[in-house]
């Protein structure tokens, strides 16, 4: 119990984030996206609360909260930035490869973030 206390004790003194993701799924009529988002520097209350509980009318929405973004994806964009805030965060994308087309140049110009291809 003790070792469990310094480690985390020690994460939070050198600014290491512990492991914090939340896969999202939304469908609608001719809609079905999954995507997770896994969080770099958002604090954590603010990420849980805030970016993991999307506001989509119309849509039905499933949140999970895992450790880390599952397997799976086919485009993630890394380190993508929060529009108008310091806060950054992966995108990982499941489902249709076909929307890397518009996916990308979104995460490079709007996200400032890397397109990665797992």
């Known amino acids: 119990m003790r070792l469990i206390g310094l480690s985390l004790l020690l994460a939070i003194l050198s ?5 914090q993701a939340c896969v ?6 001719r809609l ?6 896994q ?15 999307p506001n ?7 949140v999970h909260h895992v450790d880390q973004c599952p397997d799976g994806a086919f485009g993630i964009c890394s380190n993508a930035q929060v529009a108008n805030m310091p806060y950054r965060q992966d995108i990982h994308y499941y489902g ?10 979104y995460c490079e110009a709007q996200s400032r ?3 990665l291809k797992p």
């Open 15 to 19: 600014g290491e984030a512990l492991a």
């Open 96 to 105: 249709v490869a076909t929307d890397t087309a518009y996916l990308q140049p």
């Open 32 to 37: 079905d996206v999954q995507v997770c988002q």
């Open 56 to 62: 989509l009318p119309g849509q039905k929405v499933e």
């Open 39 to 53: 969080n770099r520097n958002i604090p954590p209350k603010l990420f849980a609360e805030g970016f993991c509980q």
């Open 113 to 115: 973030g890397t397109w």
């Open 24 to 29: 999202v799924h939304s469908q609608a009529e």
